[in-house]
C-alpha cells in the first residue's frame, strides 16, 4: 500500500484503512494498485475535499473496472455530485 502515499496519504490515513478492511480486501488493494490509482484519480479530478474520507470509507468502490466506476460519475452533473458527496461522502453507496 506503498502507492498510497503517493496519492498524498499519510502514515495514520493508510493504518486506518489497514484497520477498517480484512486482509483479503487490502491484498486486493495491494494486487489493483494502478486500478484503485486510476480510479482514485478520477475522482479526484472532480475537486471533492473530502477525496481521502471517501476512499477510506468505501474502499472496495475504488476496485471497480474504470469503464464501470466513470460511467457512474459521469451520468450525474458534476456540481451537484461533488457537493452530495462532500456533505456525506456515504452518497457513494447509493450511486
Known sequence: ??????????????????????????????????????NYEHLKSYGIKNIKECFI???KMFLYNPDKFRSIFNKYDRADLVRCIEKNDAVLEKL
Open 1 to 38: 500500500m506503498e502507492y498510497l502515499f503517493d496519492l498524498g496519504f499519510t502514515l495514520e490515513e493508510v493504518n486506518k484503512i489497514k484497520n477498517n478492511y480484512d486482509k483479503k480486501d487490502i491484498e486486493k488493494v495491494e494486487f489493483f494498485n494502478r486500478l484503485v490509482k486510476n
Open 57 to 59: 470509507n468505501h474502499l
